[in-house]
T-cell receptor
Framework: KNQVEQSPQSLIILEGKNCTLQ??????????LRWYKQDTGRGPVSLTI?????NTKSNGRYTATLDADTKQSSLHITASQLSDSASYIC?????????????FGKGTTLSVSS | GAGVSQSPSNKVTEKGKDVELRCDPI?????LYWYRQRLGQGLEFLIY????????KSGLPSDRFSAERTGESVSTLTIQRTQQEDSAVYLC????????????????FGPGTRLTVL
């Protein structure tokens, strides 16, 4: 069964600290993995997209890693800011007989406090 | 505006009624996606349009759900005989993808339509 699991479900950190969010997937055949940030009441915003051959990608203070062998990805946030408080969603894309499919994790809710 | 727009922003309807949700993608974007997000749940893929290709309807949960797209512009998602379980935020996204395959395109999301079925 194609699944994307994220951990932790929620996380509270102090402003300025670093944190790492995890994503494990059992999706085949794998095409690419995406991390989205979703603020409350807003649509998701793409942070990174990685294909099978990429094992790290950065976007400002966000760095995503991908281990296609173990089917694990992480999103590392450096020097957190209050504005980082949001839900972070891991999404894995695959090919299926109908064409395209996107499998979404349930997200990690990050709260950054001062 | 330059982004994806959706209307209405909120819709309250009675069980059994039909509803129509609208999405205006970014001009020039050939790919358009509809998603659903129930309270406390992850995003759920519904349907994908790419140019003039047949849409990928594999995510539609039942035959009460349908969607149309006029060329490469506006799309409407229709839910017939709404049920309370249909209550969710419905999100639309568009991208520049030129192939009918998952690609490393960036999807731009609209603000969503919050549907409440009483």
């Amino acid at each position: 069964k194609n699944q994307v699991e994220q951990s932790p479900q929620s996380l509270i950190i102090l402003e300025g600290k670093n944190c790492t969010l995890q994503c494990n997937y059992t999706v085949s055949p794998f095409s690419n993995l995406r991390w989205y940030k979703q603020d409350t009441g807003r649509g998701p915003v793409s942070l990174t997209i990685m294909t099978f051959s990429e094992n790290t990608k950065s976007n400002g203070r966000y760095t995503a890693t991908l281990d296609a062998d173990t089917k694990q990805s992480s999103l590392h946030i450096t020097a957190s800011q209050l504005s980082d408080s949001a839900s972070y969603i891991c999404v894995v894309a695959l090919y299926n007989q109908a064409g395209t499919a996107l499998i979404f994790g349930k997200g990690t809710t990050l709260s950054v406090s001062s | 505006g330059a982004g994806v727009s959706q209307s209405p922003s909120n819709k309250v309807t009675e069980k059994g009624k039909d509803v129509e949700l609208r999405c205006d993608p970014i001009s020039g974007h050939t790919a358009l996606y509809w998603y659903r997000q129930r309270l406390g749940q992850g995003l759920e893929f519904l349907i994908y349009f790419q140019g003039n290709s047949a849409p990928d309807k594999s995510g539609l949960p039942s035959d009460r759900f349908s969607a149309e797209r006029t060329g490469e512009s506006v799309s409407t998602l229709t839910i017939q005989r709404t049920q309370q379980e249909d209550s969710a935020v419905y999100l639309c996204a568009s991208s520049l993808a030129h192939e009918r395959e998952p690609s490393t395109d960036t999807q731009y999301f609209g603000p969503g339509t919050r549907l409440t079925v009483l």
